[in-house]
T-cell receptor
Framework: KAGVTQTPRYLIKTRGQQVTLSCSPI?????VSWYQQTPGQGLQFLFE???????NKGNFPGRFSGRQFSNSRSEMNVSTLELGDSALYLC??????????????FGEGSRLTVL | QQQVKQSPQSLIVQKGGISIINCAYE??????FPWYQQFPGKGPALLIA?????SEKKEGRFTISFNKSAKQFSLHIMDSQPGDSATYFC??????????????FGQGTILTVHP
């Protein structure tokens, strides 16, 4: 069974640009969550989608947005990039949501560098 | 914002020693406490998890101790091996409310096991 696939794995952008990251969950998983990982801050929750609906949202500015498609694939977008957005963005999928959110399966992440 | 405080930030242990990582939480409305392990260049992966109705769970060399009254839980790694060198994250899962099922992670502990 294929794992969670994130693309691109690495990207470099400049301040003010926008970026779109993609995540393909494990087949059959309907929940996709996004996390930002930076040294010292750990894993910061961005948002969670289940069956194309945003269920939870973290404390990030509106420049961070996401969506989920009918095939459970998800994208996140960051507009007007800032230097502080440089981070590893992790996507995780789960078979359920709410009390059925058991094990999260993470991808290897998309490493974004903003210059 | 609900927080999970994890300590220490980094830990160095000799091979064969015991590694102990602690987490404390503020909210009581959690129903699931997992630990994730992350190797460099990889996404986090579930290591072991516990529910609040038990005080301890052991899987091989890994043990979670849970103290509900103190709102603390810890990961013990017995007979630590160089292959255990990784970053460890504790997490809590919301048991209800608008953030039902949301996982909040600690800041992470970088464990180094010297041979």
């Amino acid at each position: 069974k294929a794992g969670v696939t994130q693309t691109p794995r690495y990207l470099i952008k400049t301040r003010g640009q926008q970026v779109t990251l993609s995540c393909s969950p494990i087949s059959g998983h309907r929940s996709v969550s996004w996390y930002q990982q930076t040294p010292g801050q750990g894993l910061q929750f961005l948002f969670e989608y289940f069956s194309e609906t945003q269920r939870n949202k973290g404390n990030f500015p509106g420049r961070f947005s996401g969506r989920q498609f009918s095939n459970s694939r998800s994208e996140m977008n960051v507009s007007t990039l800032e230097l502080g957005d440089s981070a590893l963005y992790l996507c995780a999928s789960s078979s359920g949501a709410g009390s059925n959110t058991g094990e999260l399966f993470f991808g290897e992440g998309s490493r974004l560098t903003v210059l | 914002q609900q927080q999970v405080k994890q300590s220490p930030q980094s830990l160095i242990v000799q091979k064969g020693g015991i590694s102990i990582i602690n987490c404390a939480y503020e909210n009581t409305a959690f129903d699931y406490f997992p630990w994730y392990q992350q190797f460099p260049g990889k996404g986090p992966a579930l290591l072991i998890a516990i529910r609040p109705d038990v005080s301890e769970k052991k899987e091989g060399r890994f043990t979670i101790s849970f103290n509900k009254s103190a709102k603390q839980f810890s990961l013990h790694i017995m007979d630590s091996q160089p292959g255990d060198s990784a970053t460890y994250f504790c997490a809590t899962r919301n048991a209800g409310g608008t953030s039902y099922g949301k996982l909040t992670f600690g800041q992470g502990t970088i464990l180094t096991v010297h041979p």
